[in-house]
Each structure stands twice: as C-alpha cells, then as structure tokens.
C-alpha cells in the first residue's frame, strides 16, 4: 500500500523555525517528484516547494529563502525545512508525490497532477 505520512509541524512563534517529514511507504520517493502544498483557511490549497528527481527545487515566491526542501533516500523522506515563520504561513501541510509522471517538473496549480497524498500536518504562526 502506497502511504506519505507527514509530521514535525505544531505551533511557533513568529520568526522562529520548524521541520516537516514526509514519510513515504509502498514506493521510493526519489523516483518521483515530491511537493508540499498547504492550505490555509478560507483559501485554495497552493503549491509552496517541490524537488524533482534531479534534485531541482522550485518555490513559491513567499517562501523563497525561508524553505529547503531536500530529500533523504535512505530514508525514503522528504524535508520541508520552514525557517523566519510568519502568521501568513499558517496553514495545512500536505506532501503529494507525483508518481506517475517524469519527475521533472512542478505542477503548484495543479493538483491532479499528484497521484499520492499525505493526510496533512497543521502549521500554526503566532505573533
């Protein structure tokens, strides 16, 4: 069974840092490209990083800086590393794998794109 598991987030203060894992079971992550999407209320989940099987990173513009992805084969996982946290990126965590693609490219607008989702981690940023 293909499963992505998600942990590390939780709550912080403004400014402060956290790391996300997305476990992956049932397939090896590094055959695929990973993204992490996150949702926040009231508004339309959003593409925020993704790596590609060539170890291409891509980032949405806000967070661009602030977030790492990498991506540990030996461990089948990949990292969101969130560093200078605002009350803006409260928000829903979600890995998505695209498995059935080439691996080399970023879909943050689409989500069809990405056949296997994690169950979601929540972020929450206070001032």
């Known amino acids: 069974e293909v499963q992505l598991v998600e942990s590390g987030g939780g709550l912080v203060q403004t400014g402060g840092s956290l790391r996300l894992s997305c476990a992956a079971s049932?397939?090896?992550?590094?055959?695929?490209?990973i993204a992490w999407f996150r949702q926040a209320p009231g508004k339309e989940r959003e593409g925020v990083a993704c790596i590609t099987t060539g170890d291409i990173t891509y980032y949405e513009d806000s967070v661009k800086g602030r977030f790492t992805i990498s991506r540990d084969v030996a461990k089948n996982t990949v990292y969101l590393q969130m560093n200078m946290l605002q009350p803006e990126d409260t928000a829903l965590y979600y890995c998505a794998a695209d498995w059935a693609g080439d691996g080399t490219s970023w879909y943050p607008h689409n989500e069809m794109q990405y056949d296997y989702w994690g169950q979601g981690i929540q972020v929450t940023v206070f001032s």
């Open positions: 049932g397939f090896t992550l590094d055959r695929s490209a």
